[in-house]
């Protein structure tokens, strides 16, 4: 999504220096990539979040009737995803629902590019 928001940003001769990703909903078990399914646990380990339960998902994606094919809804899904964006901060946390998306897009940052992520 930042591919297609940075330039039409009303300030194109500043230069991007970071992205922050805060509690990111990157993937679903339909399209996590095979070489990261052992990292996907979210819905096993994480079932007990007191602010996203596993059904308040289901309810969302229901009621967003979100397109999990498009690179609009996951970098995963784009080709090149990573290409020339800056370093990026991804925040999670443990018992996060989220969780794994997040540490999995952060992994292929670092693997895909030689962009930074933490």
Request: charged fraction near 25%.
């Amino acid at each position: 999504m930042i591919k297609i928001v940075r330039p039409k940003l009303s300030f194109p001769s500043k230069r991007m220096i970071g992205i922050f990703v805060s509690i990111p909903w990157l993937l679903i078990e339909e399209i996590v990539p095979e070489k990261y399914r052992e990292q996907w646990k979210p819905r096993k380990e994480n079932t007990q979040d007191p602010a996203v339960s596993k059904e308040s998902i289901k309810n969302i994606l229901q009621m967003l009737n979100l397109d999990i094919t498009s690179p609009l809804f996951s970098p995963f899904k784009a080709s090149n995803p990573h290409k020339g964006l800056p370093p990026t901060y991804v925040q999670v946390g443990g018992l996060d629902p989220l969780r794994d998306g997040g540490l999995i897009y952060q992994r292929a940052k670092r693997e895909w590019c030689s962009n930074k992520a933490r």
